[in-house]
């Protein structure tokens, strides 16, 4: 089946700092989805995102289809963006594949 | 509206009982889903359910079964549970099954514990 990478595993940063989390595939998708776990354990939406590129508020996300990678950008990181930030795919299998999740710790 | 809910929030349970984790979705989406979320494994498809009446096998379905009597209830069912089911369970559902599979929306979870 697909694989989804994702990096890098744990990431610390300061309140205010911006970061880059990546997500690659191993072959052609039909949905590519960016999620955030937060402490509570709810999975929240953050995009859907086959292609393209979409923004909103802070966050925003790039797919490259064709290289087979997607980045999610946060600016001006908040304590309240901690959590795990899983990115799932959908291959020609039509099921969600999940990476294995980044793991964000913002510190005041 | 409140999208998907789940039940119970959490669980302990002997090796050996029966035991039924209930999803209710308001959406009318046609899919949905059963995943376990175990660390350093990410999330994982059990069962799955392109439409009322049907169902299918995901990743791990061994020792779980599931049944989609309408559109709105997934119950997911472990028949004599062991202590590597222990885990968190979601639910998740989206409107659309089939590529372009259009976004999943996930329930709050069930935390379940068997001792």
């Known amino acids: 089946g697909i694989q989804v990478e994702q990096s890098p595993p744990d990431l610390i940063l300061q309140e205010g700092a911006n970061s880059t989390l990546r997500c690659n595939f191993s072959d052609s998708v039909n949905n590519l989805q960016w999620f955030h776990q937060n402490p509570w354990g709810q999975l929240i939406n953050l995009f859907y995102?086959?292609?393209g590129t979409k923004q909103n508020g802070r966050l925003s996300a790039t797919t490259v289809a064709t290289e087979r990678y997607s980045l999610l950008y946060i600016s001006s990181s908040q304590t309240t963006d901690s959590g795990v930030y899983f990115c799932a795919v959908t291959g020609a299998n039509s099921k969600l594949t999940f990476g294995k999740g980044i793991t964000l710790s913002v510190r005041p | 509206i409140a999208g998907i809910t789940q039940a119970p929030t959490s669980q302990i349970l002997a090796a050996g009982r029966r035991m039924t984790l209930r999803c209710t979705q308001d959406?009318?989406?046609?899919?949905m889903y059963w995943y376990r979320q175990d660390l350093g494994l990410g999330l994982r498809l059990i069962h799955y359910?392109?439409?009322?009446?049907?169902?299918g096998k995901g990743e791990v379905p061994d020792g779980y079964s599931v049944s989609r009597a309408n559109t709105d209830d997934f119950p997911l069912t472990l028949a004599s549970a062991v202590p590597s089911q222990t885990s968190v369970y979601f639910c998740?559902?989206?409107?659309?099954?089939?590529?372009?599979?259009?976004?999943?929306?996930f329930g709050p979870g069930t935390r379940l514990t068997v001792l």
């Open positions: 959406m009318r989406h046609n899919a």
């Open positions: 995102i086959p292609s």
């Open positions: 998740a559902s989206s409107d659309l099954p089939h590529p372009p599979v259009h976004e999943q929306f």
């Open positions: 359910s392109n439409t009322a009446g049907t169902t």
